[in-house]
Nanobody, 121 residues
Framework: QVQLVESGGGLVQAGGSLRLSCAAS????????MGWFRQAPGKEREFVAA???????SYAEAVKGRFTISRDNAKNTVYLQMNSLKPEDTAVYYCAADLVWKDLIPTPRYWGQGTQVTVSS
């Protein structure tokens, strides 16, 4: 089992920045692939970014060049740095662990509880 706790969400104006953090416990963190997903009101949950245990990256097209995923294995934490935020980035952001990739679609085995990000125009 893996437990995930997100933090860092909040309200920010368009063009601003936020950094989300996700602390993991329960398994050897450095062996886990980690990711971020988001779900906007009335929409399905969607992939945002992922980072493997071997430090390879994947990003959704909508966030490329604005968001950066990183990890600190010493702190068992994964981050999502979000810059140049837009109102359409408003969503609940979920940390995810142990991603399984099939047909280029990642499916996590573990989820955090989510943190709200609201971008005002």
């Amino acid at each position: 089992q893996v437990q995930l706790v997100e933090s860092g969400g909040g309200l920010v104006q368009a063009g601003g920045s936020l950094r989300l953090s996700c602390a993991a416990s329960g398994r050897t963190f450095r062996q886990l692939s980690m990711g971020w997903f988001r779900q906007a009101p009335g929409k399905e949950r969607e992939f945002v970014a992922a980072i493997s245990y071997s430090i390879s990256y994947s990003y959704a097209e909508a966030v490329k060049g604005r968001f950066t995923i990183s990890r600190d294995n010493a702190k068992n934490t994964v981050y999502l740095q979000m810059n140049s935020l837009k109102p359409e980035d408003t969503a609940v952001y979920y940390c995810a662990a142990d991603l399984v990739w099939k047909d280029l679609i990642p499916t996590p085995r573990y989820w955090g509880q989510g943190t709200q990000v609201t971008v005002s125009s």
